[in-house]
């Protein structure tokens, strides 16, 4: 019985090893937003999947160049409704006071949007629009974002990665991988020696 209890023991901790590994990492996607427009210019599929974010930097040289994104979060083709997104202005820089403290604390020169379900965002195709004010003329662009559900039967397919692309716990995963091998084989000597009959002297 005792062999038994420290079987199931064993295994049960190499499956929470395990679940640890294939569970998805959040990604925080950069886009920069310049002169010339947003780079990259949209986002494809195979890249970002649900809980990952989009991170937006105003990186405009020009002075008094304001950036910020709607988002159709309803899919309706409008992007005042309701249920609708946009970020803040997003300036180049804000002024800092002798402590480093923002000395507006409205100025942003980034915005971070979340995509997921409870930011009112499912699955597919997002449609933007990256929008430029600079002094009294305002521009509006296209711009998109494709993400997919968490589907981690999918995770070993290789997608294309932008040149912005971060992952919090990229460096780790190998290190997990690692764990889950050694992991696995102290369970199977361990499985052997508890199961193998003791000889009597």
Not at 30 to 51: N, Q
Not at 162 to 179: A, M
Request: proline share 3%; hydrophobic share 35%.
């Amino acid at each position: 019985m005792k062999r038994t209890g420290w079987l199931l023991v064993v295994v049960t901790l190499s499956l929470l090893v395990c679940s640890s590994v294939t569970a998805h990492d959040q990604k925080e996607y950069t886009v920069i937003l310049g002169s010339e427009g947003a780079t990259p210019s949209s986002i494809d599929a195979g890249i970002l999947v649900e809980t990952d974010s989009i991170f937006f930097r105003n990186h405009d040289s020009r002075e008094n160049a304001t950036h910020r994104i709607l988002i159709d979060a309803d899919s309706d083709g409008s992007f005042d409704s309701i249920d609708d997104i946009y970020t803040d202005w997003m300036y180049t820089s804000c002024e800092l006071n002798e402590t480093g403290h923002k000395v507006d604390e409205s100025c942003n020169t980034s915005a971070t949007v979340l995509l997921a379900p409870e930011n009112g965002l499912l699955p597919g195709n997002i449609s933007m629009i990256h929008q430029v004010k600079y002094y009294e003329q305002v521009t509006n662009t296209p711009f998109y974002a494709v993400f997919s559900i968490d589907d981690h039967s999918q995770q070993n397919s290789v997608g294309p990665q932008g040149p912005h692309t971060h992952t919090e716990t990229q460096d780790s995963e190998s290190l997990l991988r690692g764990v889950v091998v050694i992991t696995a084989g102290v369970s199977i000597l361990l499985a052997s020696l508890l199961i193998s009959p003791r000889s009597d002297d």
